[in-house]
């Protein structure tokens, strides 16, 4: 859905449909394509009470799911959010029908405290819309990054990406620091725990002077080889932590370099296409999406 389709409940919304340009990839020096992005900004005094990232949840349940829906639930603070939201709203009568597929445990857990019917997801399963909490999202692009701060095996990059990507349609919902051109910080990548040095060591010459490679841990202090009690997956995976000490120039560019090492399962990078990011601040929501601008409005 366009933004420029969108009904929300705000007095004055501001408007703006804007270019951003993209910076060039790491390496090769390739550039990744422009995408146009549209914004809609809700001004604070829209806003009824509660936090910003309350306020982003509930405006993603009303704006986008509607009942009979196939719904991907994601994890993290304005995703369980969401997932109470949608408890009351099913509660109440005002939605019906509707199936929840978790992306992890936890939210599984939540889900079901709300009470929201539980399904299982399966390769090629119709969802129909998901939504879920992102580490960073690059500016422009909208191209995000998921699983940086969840240390237990209860949780899988994999499964999460598998629904996001399975989705009709998917919204992030971040707070305003989230979302920045130039980002840096961790990128968790799985490898294979047999040959996971192997995979370190051609990371690591990837991006020799930019980042460092660790091993996760599952108790203890993180450090290049993970402790004595590395981090498996529940699908037998390490887990590695690619720490960027500088600007990332290009998500798309380093999770094509991270595709291309033996031994790499997956990462935690994911680029969708349609992606619409919700924004929190103080001063109310951004909703910023990369459709085009003359997309066909659904009725």
Partial sequence: MALASMAIASSNPLYSSLTLPTSRGRGGGSSTRRRRTHCLKITGSSLAGGSALFQAAHHTVDTYIKSGMVIGLGSGQASDMAI????LQLGAGALKDIVGIPMSIACAS??????????????????????????????????????????QG???????????????????????????????????????????????????DLFLGDAEVWRRPSIGIAGPKGGDF????KEGHNVLDVIFTSPILSL????????????????????????????????????????????????
Wanted: glycine share 6%; proline share 5%; hydrophobic share 40%.
């Fill in 84 to 87: 109470q939201y949608i408890g």
């Fill in 110 to 151: 939540e889900a079901a405290k709300a009470g929201i019917p539980l399904g299982h997801y399966e390769y090629c399963s119709q969802i129909d819309f998901a939504f879920d909490d992102a580490d960073i999202i690059e500016e422009g692009t909208l191209i995000s990054v998921i699983g940086r701060t969840r240390n």
């Fill in 154 to 204: 209860e949780k899988s990059i994999i499964q999460e990406k598998s629904i996001l990507n399975a989705a009709n349609k998917l919204v992030f919902m971040i707070t305003e620091n989230q979302y920045k051109s130039g980002p840096d910080g961790s990128i968790p990548v799985l490898v294979n725990s047999l040959n996971w040095m192997q995979a370190a060591e051609e990371i690591d």
């Fill in 252 to 299: 798309n560019e380093v999770s094509k370099s991270l595709d291309e090492v033996d031994g790499v399962i997956d990462h935690g990078i994911i680029s969708k296409f349609p992606c619409t990011v919700v924004i929190a601040s103080e001063s109310g929501l951004s909703v910023v999406d990369n459709l085009p601008k003359n997309a066909v409005k659904e009725p």
């Fill in 230 to 233: 590395p981090l498996v997956t």
